[in-house]
């Protein structure tokens, strides 16, 4: 017969658990499974729904040989991968120009905000509805983001 520690028959005995068993568990024992699983303490005010989704995700992990070849190094490929911008930067000053309804708008971008008739806003979202009188993205009404309305 073969001696396991007490460590390794509880991950042997957790490796065999389904859902309905780590559903069962209470914050203990959740805690102490976490423990085995990962060697790290338990991450600050993880609630019991979280802990048991982790937890969950690698039993199912592990008992179906882990993640799909390649996928790890897709994941650090992903996190380590710059982010691309979705708008250009606006810098003060910078200009925008867009026309409503025959009328020419022009936005002067400052430090803090933005100019336009001569009053300063703090948003290109207030200026999109004091110029169309209803709430737009003012990064969207400027041609910054997606399609600017009509």
């Known amino acids: 017969m073969i001696k396991l520690s007490a460590t390794t028959a509880f991950s042997f005995a957790l490796m065999m658990a389904s859902v309905a068993d780590i559903e069962a568990m209470d914050r203990a024992a959740l805690i ?3 423990s085995v699983i990962f060697s790290t303490p ?6 019991m729904p979280f802990l048991r989704r982790f937890i969950a995700f690698e039993v199912q992990a592990r008992q179906r040989g882990g993640l799909p070849k390649g ?3 897709q994941l650090t490929k ?3 991968a710059k982010a691309d ?5 606006l810098r ?4 925008l120009i867009r026309e409503w309804n025959g009328v020419t708008h ?5 430090g803090d905000g933005f100019v336009w008739n001569g009053q300063s806003h703090g948003s290109l979202s207030a200026i999109a509805r004091a110029i169309t009188g209803v709430r737009w993205s003012g990064p969207r009404f400027f041609g910054l983001t997606g399609a600017a309305p009509r």
Do not use: C, E, H, Y
Request: cysteine-free.
């Open 32 to 34: 102490a499974t976490w």
């Open 42 to 47: 338990v991450p600050a005010r993880l609630s």
């Open 71 to 73: 996928f790890a190094d």
């Open 78 to 80: 992903a996190a380590n």
């Open 85 to 89: 911008a979705k708008s250009p930067a």
């Open 92 to 95: 003060p000053g910078g200009r």
């Open 106 to 110: 022009v936005v002067d971008v400052t």
